[in-house]
């Protein structure tokens, strides 16, 4: 069965410094990839998706950028946080076939302080 | 682009009663798919039912069901015989029906809780 993996689950980062968040994927193959971010008591916010290896679309302009370094790696990285990047993170996956749902992970809750 | 709404923030009922949280839909696709995603206190999406567009049959799971219908573009969500465990927030979500990316449009979210 296919699995997704998120983390860290929990970070705190000061104002400037860099991150990096990581999501895998077991047990398929060639997966669509996602980052959604979801700020307190609201919906999600689509930030990246990747149909394959090096292939980013972004959906937002901030100051975060994506990576696929690896099939089933999915990257969130910022060179420099800012207060707004506090938020609830959220990795998804979603197989090739036309009703496949998305697959989320557990999450990573990012405090900037 | 489509747009997802869920008209009710807020929703409460008592443990084994039933409740329908709303949500309606605005695209021109004639193929897509609808799906409800409930993300308890632990924040973990979890996916409770899907609905492809172009079956007229309403999706069942257990003790979730929905009303699809397709030309007022609603797809309600009914929870019977409510449990503790039901409390969450629950999205509804949008997906074109074609191959490729297709990413998720949700909607704001309903928080449901019931209460004992």
């Known amino acids: 069965s296919q699995t997704i993996h998120q983390w860290p689950a929990t970070l705190v980062q000061p104002v400037g410094s860099p991150l990096s968040l990581e999501c895998t994927v077991e047990?398929?193959?060639?997966?669509?990839l996602y980052w959604y971010r979801q700020a307190a008591g609201r919906g999600l916010q689509l930030l990246f998706y990747?149909?394959?290896?090096?292939?980013i679309s972004s959906e937002v302009p901030q100051n975060l950028s994506a990576s696929r370094p690896q099939d089933r790696q999915f990257i969130l990285s910022s060179k420099k946080l800012l207060l707004s990047d506090s938020g609830f993170y959220l990795c998804a996956w979603r197989g090739r076939q036309l009703n496949q749902p998305q697959h989320f992970g557990d999450g990573t809750r990012l405090s900037i302080l | 682009a489509q747009t997802v709404t869920q008209s009710q923030p807020e929703m409460s009922v008592q443990e084994a009663e039933t409740v329908t949280l709303s949500c309606t839909y605005d695209t021109s696709e004639s193929n897509y798919y609808l799906f409800w995603y409930k993300q308890p206190p632990s924040r973990q999406m979890i996916l409770v039912i899907r609905q492809e567009a172009y079956k007229q049959q309403n999706a069942t799971e257990n003790r979730f069901s929905v009303n699809f219908q397709k030309a007022a573009k609603s797809f309600s969500l009914k929870i019977s015989d409510s449990q503790l465990g039901d409390t969450a927030m629950y999205f509804c979500?949008?997906?074109?029906?074609?191959?490729?990316?297709?990413?998720?449009?949700f909607g704001k979210g309903t928080k449901l809780t019931v209460n004992p």
């Open positions: 979500a949008f997906m074109k029906g074609q191959g490729g990316s297709e990413k998720l449009v």
């Open positions: 047990g398929t193959s060639n997966p669509n």
């Open positions: 990747s149909v394959g290896i090096g292939q």
